[in-house]
Each structure stands twice: as structure tokens, then as C-alpha cells.
């Protein structure tokens, strides 16, 4: 039997992937430096391998086969989801993805390199290289899913998104934002006025930092027998379900910075554990993609953990861990007050809550017309420049390092990967708004650190759902509606206004 | 050129095993519990996979071209180790050896669970299966290599040990044990009787164990950018060349135990960091073999860490560490002494430097007669009885848990390995007296923690050699003369007389 077949690929690509996710988290946090050139070339053979495996020509036939199969309809969403990646895998020719992984490699090269010296004109023809193969690479995937080339981008990371869906959402948080910002930091002013910002008494011991965050984790659902937590350089969510490797990193002057990554990634971690299980080996089984996947972490962090009633339950548990020094004549809202900080920057990864979508909304609007054609790279600068005055009032001419040059993703050939950041935090209100109607009590079981609620409710709609459907389609099953900005809209008004 | 080919081939199988190296670490050391089944699928894949790359049959047409190319000195060794290894590795058709891992699954698994209920007439069964297999995999291995059937199976851990060498050495040193022990023993009650034994004083925090730990290895020359020290249920020294993942685990009341084993794991470690990284992908470039291996780990544990001139420098080390009241009132005597005790007794794993080999030296006889045909699994128990009443004078009759029971190796398959210990702590016996010689002041060195001597000696005579040798090659181009055991006899005469 075909579908047989694609089982038994789909477990030894599994334990490929494996493989491949543990020396690569093995790699952050404890490989020496010396052990950098093997590791590297042990990963690169496992990565062609998984290629080579996961792209073979006889994949196409055995698929073919299997649709005439008599399956279960759980065997039909299987077959249909491993059809999907197959054929996203296989649009593109060998030769072709040789001279992309080329060219960005060049071009990472380079903005490494030229970012620190805040210089575009050297930079810039590396990345014309680039955007000229995603152009091709989009028409070829818009080709072979019959799909415009934009949303053929979008399609890798989540499938179903589409432009004609997704730019009407996010123009109309564009409006809003732009005239909410201003207030926000109006309000906040306010605020500040009336209440001073407090600042946390350190030093804070990294031991103290990581037991506060583990028994954050425990509280949370983090399974210690599926995952561990170690420290890296930049932190992640890596490992595979059954071993999920979880990392932050400390300073010891403060202490909630790692403590909002720890439970940022979290959430990354709490849907990889509740993914089924039976089904790992299968795409169908895997997590739904870069938007689902950020709006499980972004639950955690922002609809939680920066909420005030789940601080009246995790500051005695900070006390607890780092002393009744650490927060000492703080009180819930000066903690929510510092969590949730509003700024105007320039920088994507430093921005708050309410900014961040802004920059977001930038690059996609500026990565559309790239791909289309209307926008060409030497005209960069100047088209960021203009929206981020528009956006945000903030002007990047003369300094693209932190203007087109702050992001590492266009070098590396990520374009229609941007969006999922901000559809992430659309979907994580919807589904909060969707939990607060199904349990009108769901604050009073944060408040006391009861988390099974809020647990139990993605499992059954979210983790357990896995790939089952394309990302609007889970959305919907889940919340009841399409995405909807407008209750991203109503939460932003509501914290900041 | 098919030299070529072999080469490209062997770094495939250096990224393979690299993986397996890496993955079997982090299971030891880090993985949770609930990561077993998944990371058990990813790693025998990559052994099915290992077993598959290193036996294609085209290899052994690429070993037979390269044979009539132009080679130099060094690509003749390193073809001929690749096709010493191919020829070991395909020796045995493919069918036999899953017979062979089936019986001996079982028997591990029986072995696992009757070994404590000291119940041999349940396991024996197995066992003769496993020898029944043993015997014929002897047969087959002699027929392709042209040796003896139980030299076939040394061949496999030790290139070039042959039993008419090895023998006559085993059994001169039997004799002399034999007479020995007692007089060993006797004199250290006469030591003991002038001094009496001292006992260290605890706690001791496994942080500052570990610090000790990691202090000795450092000053043994141990490289930290190309291996890490870790914790894990069994001691073991694994990774990769360029990533050496050592163990060793901690207890609080004493740690003389702990800091043993990390010495002797050093000895593995530096052989391994040692090896010539420009052939990591060629067997010619690999450690040589068991014995080899251990008698680099006997050598740091046994010459080194057992020598009175050793703990001149070490002292003050664990005073830093632990603190004076670690060994307050001991001097180096009490340390040598405390680290040399001589004790009969019925495990190998826990014997010690002088009653150790007579362990081996029983094993090497029987397995010799079980693959001979001459012993029946049946016999063994009576057979080890009497042994262990000639050589140690403790009767194991009716305790087989702690006779034939007390090791996992024959139930593994394992026949031919025993000996390698033995060898190694007289190969390493015979590389200090090598030392000496040509560096008369290298006592002194080792007072004052200066181990760069022996390094540099071992470097140059053992571990840049790699595997271009057999064994007896090795340690003859490396000593000067073929195993003598009068030089491992007289060191214990000297330690222990």
C-alpha cells in the first residue's frame, strides 16, 4: 500500500529531523568552539539527506497511488498535508536552489559584515541578487500551486494565508495604529505621571533566575519529561516533541527580560509537547506553521504573562525565587506598567506590543512590492524611509543599519515569512477572546496560577489539530471566525488606551 | 581515482558517526526521560544507516582499483586499514547478523533481569545461543581473514593480537599473581599496621568536585575547546575528536572515586583529542584499537594518578579546591596508600590494579575454550568456580550473580574484548618505563604538575599513529620491544612488594 510507503518515509524522515534538531541544540548550548567545523558538516550531510529523502522522485508516484487508496479520512488529511509539502519541496529545480542557497549565503556574508558598518551601497548589489531569484522563485511556486507568486511565498510558512485575506486585515490595523500610538504614549504619560516607573534592585543570582523561570515553566504545563531549559546566546525553542530543548539567557542587573522569554518560549514549546503524538512522523502531525506557531508563545507572553491578574499570582512567585527584594514596594500594576512599555524605535525585534506591527506591516508592504516588481532594492531606503515616518515618525535615511538592514531575513531569502509575527498576535487575542467566552472565569484561574484551563482548551482546538487543516481553516474551527482585527484591536485599546 | 571515492566516502561515515556520537552523549547526559523512544528510533536509523554506507558492495570493487593506483606511503596505510575494516565489517552475511543481534537482545535482556535474582539456570539457555552464534561468527571471521577463530575475534578490537602472543604473556603473569597477591596483601597489612588507613571527611559539593575535576584535566592537558565535561549514571568518554564528551559521576561523601574516573576518562579523552585531525575521515586516522585505548586511560589513572610523585603536585590542588580540611592529617602516603588498597574480591569492575588481571586472565581462558568447542555453556559455572578458588581463593559455586552472571559481555557477544584490558595496563606499564628512559627527570615534571613530557612522548609515539599500525607494531615502533609482562610484573612488585 502507497500510503504504507509515505508512513515509512515519513518516520525515517522524522528520525532525520531528529537527529537533526538535537545537534543543533546541542550545538547553542553546550558544544565547544572547537567542535564547530565537524558539527557544521555532520548537520550539512543530515540536512542533504533529509533533501534527498524527503524530495525523491518515487515520494511523487507513491502519493499518486495512494489517492486511489480506500483511507480513512484521518489517512486523507495525512495524504493531502504530505502532498502539500512534497510539492512545496519539489517546485523549485536542484540547480536552481543551489544557486539561491549561494546567493544568500553571499548575502548573509555580507550584512553581517556591512550592517555593523551602516553601509548599504556595498550591501546592496548582494541583495539584488537575492530578490531577483525570489522573484523567480516565486513565479515558480505560483506555477506549481496554481497560486499568485506573493501568497506562493507565504504558502511555506502558512498555508492558506493569502494576500487578498491578509492585507485587508492589516491595512486596517495600519490605520489604527497610526493614530493609536501617539495616544498610547499619551497615556502612558499619564500614567508615569501619576505613578513613577519603578526599577527592579539587582544583582539576581542566574541560579535564582533559572529556578524562578522552571517553576514558571512547571506552572505553565512545560512537561520536564518531554524538555529542559539551557541558556544560549540567543534563545529558542528547538528539540523535537518528545525532547523540546528550551533556552533563554540572564543578566544578572535584571531579571524580567529572560523571565518574558522563558515563558515566550513557552508557549513555542507548550504546542510542540501537545501535538499529537501518534502522528509525529507525519507533516499532518506537526505543528501548523509560523503564524499558529508564534501565536502560542505570543498567547503566553502577552495575553498572560502581561496581563495584571496573572501578576497577582507570579509575584509571589517571584519573591519566592529571587527574594521579597526584588519586587519590594512594587505592586501589580508597576509590574504590568514595565511589561508593557510603549516606545517608538527603530528596531523590529526591540519593539513593544502596540509598535511592532507597524514595522511588520512595513516589510510586507515593501517585500509585496519587491516580488512584484515595483519596488527594485536600490529604491529601498528611501520607500522605508517614508514609511517610517508615516508609521511611526521616525526617519531612517541616513542610517539603514537600523532601517532595511536591521533584519537578516531578506539576505537569507525569507520573504512572505514576515506577516506570520504580527498575524501571530491577531490570532493569540482571537483565541483569548474565544477562552474568555467559553470560560467566563478564566481570570480567576490565571490569578490563582491554574493554567489547566487555558490548556486544555488549545490542546482540544489548537496542539491536538495539528496540520489537520491550512491556518485560516484551524483559525476558524477554533475561534468560530476568519481572522479579525478588530479584537486585536479592541485588547490594544483596552491595556494601552 | 577510487582512493578518492574511499575518501569521500569516509567523511560520510565521519558525519554519520558523528551524529551517533553526539546523540548518544546528550541521551546520557541530558536528555529527559520521556525523549528515550523517539531519540532510540533516530539512532538506530543512523546505525542501520552507518552499517549500509560502510558495507555497499561497490566499496570493495574501490578498494581493489585503488590497490593498483599510485599512492603514496600514507594513502597505502590508509587503504589498507579502510580494507581491513571493510573486510571485518562484511565479513558476516547480512541474515546471520540479525540472528546473532536477535540472541543477543534477549540475552541482554534476560541477563538484565536474572543476574539480580542470581538465577543462571534460566539465562544459561540464552547464553548458549549467544555462544552457538559465537562459535560460528568465529568460524566465518577466521575464514575471511585467514587467522585462528578466536584471533579472528580479537582482530576485531585489537588488529594483530594473536593468542600465540598473547597467551604465553597472560599466562606468565598469572603465575607470578597467583603467588603474589598474598605477599601484596600481606604487606599492605604490614603498612596499614604502621600507618593506619585515613578516611576523607565530607561533604564534599559536587560544584567543587567538579572544579577539582575540571583543574586536573586542564593541567593533564586536557583541551576545553575540543570537549566538555558532563555528569552522567555511568562514566564513559565519547563525542567526537573535536568535541570529547567525558562523564563522571559524583558522590558527597568522598570523592577519590570521582576523581579517579575523570582521571582515567582523561587518558581516553587525550588520546582521542591527540589523533591526527587531517585523517578524522579515514580509519588509518582513528584510535587503534581497545587495548591501545585503555592503556592510554590506565596510564593517566595507574602511572600517573597512583604514583606518590603525582599527588606531591595534587595535594595542594584538591586543598584549593576542596579545602585544607579535605585531607587535613593526610600526607602523600595516606593518598597512595588509600588509592592502591589491594582487596580480593569477586567483581573485575571494582578489582584493583593487582588482582584485576586475574579477572581477565580467567575470562581469556574460558571464552578461549567456549568459542574452542572445549567448554559448554553448562560447564561454565563450575569452571569459573574453580578459577576463582585457584587464582583469588574465593569460591563463586553458588553465587553465579557475582560469577559468570557479573558482566554484560558475553551476553553482548562481546568474546575476544576481555583481554584487551589486561594488555592495556601492561602496554601502558611498558610506555612509562619508555618514558622514563628517555626522560630521566620526568618524576620531577609530574611533581610539579608539568605533563607536557608525557604528552609530548605519547603524542608522538601513540596518538599521532593512529591506526597505521596493529597493535604489537604500534607498541614495538613505540617502546622498542614486542609485550614484555616483566615490566608491568616488576612495577607491581615496586607499588606493591
Same sequence: chains 1, 2.
Avoid at 484521518?74 to 543551489?98: G, H, I, M, S
Avoid at 508609521?391 to 531612517?396: A, D, E, F, N, Q
Amino acid at each position: 500500500m502507497s500510503f504504507a510507503d509515505l508512513e515509512a518515509l515519513g518516520r525515517k524522515l522524522e528520525s532525520i529531523e531528529h537527529a537533526i534538531a538535537i545537534l543543533s541544540a546541542d550545538e547553542a548550548t553546550n558544544m565547544p568552539v572547537g567542535g564547530g567545523e565537524k558539527r557544521a558538516e555532520s548537520v550539512s550531510f543530515l540536512h542533504g539527506l533529509r533533501h534527498e529523502t524527503a524530495t525523491a522522485p518515487e515520494i511523487g508516484d507513491w502519493i499518486a497511488k495512494a489517492e486511489s487508496e480506500d483511507l480513512s479520512e484521518e489517512q486523507q488529511l495525512a495524504l493531502r498535508e504530505f502532498k502539500r509539502v512534497y510539492t512545496n519541496a519539489t517546485c523549485l529545480p536542484a540547480d536552481f536552489v543551489r544557486r539561491k542557497s549561494q546567493a544568500e549565503m553571499r548575502s548573509e556574508q555580507l550584512w553581517r559584515d556591512l550592517r555593523a558598518k551602516n553601509d548599504w551601497a556595498n550591501f546592496a548589489p548582494a541583495l539584488e541578487g537575492v530578490v531577483a531569484l525570489a522573484r523567480e522563485e516565486a513565479q515558480m511556486r505560483a506555477d506549481a500551486l496554481g497560486l499568485a507568486p506573493y501568497d506562493a511565498l507565504m504558502e511555506q510558512f502558512d498555508p492558506g494565508n493569502r494576500v487578498a485575506d491578509v492585507a485587508p486585515v492589516l491595512e486596517k490595523l495600519k490605520s489604527f495604529l497610526i493614530d493609536f500610538v501617539p495616544e498610547a504614549l499619551e497615556a502612558q504619560a499619564r500614567r508615569h505621571e501619576a505613578r513613577p516607573p519603578k526599577t527592579v534592585k539587582g544583582p539576581f543570582a542566574i541560579e535564582k533566575q533559572r529556578e524562578l523561570g522552571l517553576s514558571m515553566m512547571q506552572a505553565l504545563g512545560f512537561d520536564f519529561t518531554h524538555g529542559r531549559l539551557d541558556v544560549s546566546h540567543h534563545p529558542f525553542c528547538g528539540g523535537v516533541p518528545t525532547d523540546v530543548r528550551m533556552t533563554t539567557r540572564y543578566r544578572t542587573d535584571e531579571f524580567l527580560t529572560s523571565l518574558m522569554g522563558v515563558l515566550h518560549e513557552t508557549g513555542h514549546a507548550l504546542y510542540e509537547q501537545g501535538l499529537p503524538k501518534a502522528l509525529s512522523h507525519m507533516a499532518v502531525g506537526q505543528a501548523r506553521g509560523m503564524a499558529m506557531h508564534e501565536s502560542q508563545s505570543l498567547f503566553v507572553e502577552q495575553q498572560l504573562a502581561h496581563a495584571p491578574r496573572f501578576w497577582e499570582w507570579a509575584m509571589p512567585i517571584v519573591a519566592t525565587h529571587l527574594g521579597e527584594g526584588a519586587l519590594a514596594s512594587w505592586d501589580v500594576e508597576d509590574v504590568v506598567a514595565e511589561v508593557n512599555k510603549v516606545e517608538r524605535g527603530y528596531i523590529r525585534v526591540d519593539a513593544d506590543e502596540v509598535t511592532y506591527p507597524l514595522h511588520i506591516i512595513l516589510r510586507f508592504e515593501l517585500e509585496q512590492a519587491l516580488i512584484g516588481g515595483t519596488l527594485e532594492v536600490t529604491d529601498v531606503p528611501e520607500a522605508w524611509d517614508a514609511k517610517m515616518t508615516e508609521y511611526l515618525g521616525l526617519s531612517t535615511i541616513d542610517n539603514p543599519k537600523d532601517g532595511p538592514m536591521q533584519d537578516v531575513h531578506w539576505s537569507a531569502g525569507l520573504f512572505g515569512y514576515f506577516p506570520s509575527y504580527t498575524l501571530g498576535a491577531l490570532i493569540a487575542a482571537q483565541q483569548w477572546q474565544s477562552i474568555e467566552k467559553a470560560m467566563p472565569n478564566v481570570l480567576d484561574q490565571i490569578a490563582a496560577g491554574d493554567f489547566s484551563g487555558v490548556n486544555a482548551w488549545r490542546a482540544e482546538n489548537i496542539w491536538q489539530q495539528a496540520s489537520r487543516y491550512s491556518t485560516p481553516d484551524l483559525l476558524k474551527r477554533a475561534t468560530g471566525e476568519t481572522l479579525n482585527p478588530d479584537i486585536f484591536i479592541a485588547h490594544l485599546k483596552k491595556r494601552y488606551g
